[in-house]
């Protein structure tokens, strides 16, 4: 948002009543360097507006705020960048130290009144892009039509060898076995249809780059397609994948991309993955 100043006052009168923050909401996007006079971040409250100066908010906010990457954020949504080898919520082993929990601390911070919910997940070795809604309608609607409303979720992947063929589509159905692992079945009542398209970028003699769509949204999928074309995902030993040179498993969510389910307007959210992607597959 930007604004042309009018007259002189205190920025914090000024965006009081130019905005519906709260005064808290305005000290805490203060702090985090969310705010600019003239294009410069300005931290002080108090700071005083000349007329014709600019003012902007920005959405962005400043990286690793309690523990989580803000990507994105309005009076609705939350997107942050999830690191690897952390779970999204919590489980029966992990109570704190999950995505869900940070987000959750960082929204508080800013006033102790909000609310956060979770819309989707990665598994907990993934990382990339993860939304969040500010409010249970929202989340309701988001979750209720999201099949229908999602347009685009697109990851990048670091996987041992090269597919063949280099680009195409996986159609399987998947089970999970009762030590969690997902595998392909030929059982269509009892498997889960899973769609996942593919695209080389790069290769080289041990690992490729290839781009990422899943057209479902089953647990592991794109994990086991990989591993189906011999080509597991770089780290991923739950997958057969024998090599693990950066300590995590290679799969990251770059894209998601979806229509508002109330007002129509499209969304798209993207996150680039590590350098260590294409250093890799180089």
Known sequence: M????????????????????????????????????????????????????IVEITNKRMPNI?????????????????????????????KNRTLF????????????????????????????????AK????????????????????????????????SGEKKMYLKENKEKVVYKTNDRQQGKLAITKYKTIITNEKYSLVTIEILTGRKNQIRVAMQDLHTPIVGDKKYKAKTDPYKRLMLHATSLEFIHPVTKKKYK???TPPNSFTTLAR
């Open 2 to 53: 930007k604004f042309k100043v009018e007259k002189q006052v205190e920025l914090m009168v000024y965006l009081l009543n130019k905005t519906d923050y709260s005064k808290n909401k305005i000290k805490s996007l203060l702090k985090y360097q969310n705010i600019l006079v003239n294009g410069k971040i300005t931290t002080k409250y108090n700071h005083i507006l000349n007329t014709n100066d």
């Open 66 to 94: 309690k523990n989580i990457e803000v990507l994105y954020e309005d009076n609705e949504f939350l997107v942050v960048n999830k690191k690897p080898n952390l779970l999204t919520v919590s489980t029966e082993k992990e």
């Open 101 to 132: 929990s940070n987000v959750y601390d960082y929204i508080k911070e800013v006033n102790k009144n909000n609310k956060i919910f979770i819309v989707h997940r990665l598994d907990k070795e993934t990382s990339g892009i993860v939304l969040f």
């Open 135 to 166: 409010n249970q309608k929202i989340k309701d609607l988001l979750q209720e039509k999201w099949n229908d409303i999602v347009t685009l979720r697109e990851y990048q992947a670091v996987i041992e060898g090269k597919p063949n063929p280099s």
């Open 269 to 271: 959210f993207t996150s």
